[in-house]
């Protein structure tokens, strides 16, 4: 058996397919591209390994899965392949052989790292540019003053209660971009998850104000 590791990516074509269409566009993909995958008995989809299941409605340049082969195939030429038979949204950026015997990849993974954008659409109407500076300039201030406590406390849904946590410890780190957007890097797999709907749940409730916001993961951190 020949194990595959690929990165792939979901745009805003596609960012709001969830994971269990995402398995059926994938085996219709290899199906016609006629790949060698192993699919699963019992539905007959390809068996894919997912390194952190993307959240619906978020954008992704870094997504890893990984799967089978019952026969080696050209990397470059599956990856070709492949591209050639997705839908629009979807593109598959690399592939790579690892050893059968390495532990599944969602047992690997321990961070992610995400791209979050305040959508000022709204606030925007209507403004001068002089406004719509001093707009993002406030923002920005309030998310540096956000993000530079010493703790930072939200509430999180437990399982059948919800607790207020300290999540700063699972942000490990984050900048400003220069078009005022973040990035972050969050813990994520089997030990310990944040996600970047709690960082911002969190982030509306210190400016006592929802904000819109957009999210691009770029990349799964795996050991």
Known sequence: MNKLRLVYGKSRDAMYISQ?????????????????????????????MFAHPLTDGYESTGEIFEI??????????????????????????????????????NLRVYAAEYVISLDYTEKFKDKSLREKDEIRAYYKKK??????????????KSYDRMERLDI?????????????????????????NISPAILMDGYAEYINEVVPYDVKRTKILYN
């Open 20 to 48: 269990e269409d995402t398995i059926k566009i994938f085996t219709e993909a290899f199906t016609n591209a006629g790949l060698p995958v192993v699919k699963s008995n019992s539905t007959n989809m390809v068996d894919m």
């Open 68 to 105: 089978a082969l019952t026969e080696e195939v050209d990397t470059r030429y599956l990856v070709r392949e492949l591209n050639r038979n997705l839908p629009a949204g979807f593109i598959v950026m690399s592939a790579e052989y690892v050893s059968p015997n390495e532990e599944s990849i």
């Open 168 to 192: 700063k410890p699972q942000i490990e780190r984050y900048s400003f971009n220069i078009d005022d957007s973040v990035d972050v890097i969050l813990s994520a797999g089997p030990r310990s």
């Open 143 to 156: 998310m540096e003053m956000y993000l530079s406590q010493s703790q930072i406390l939200v509430v999180k």
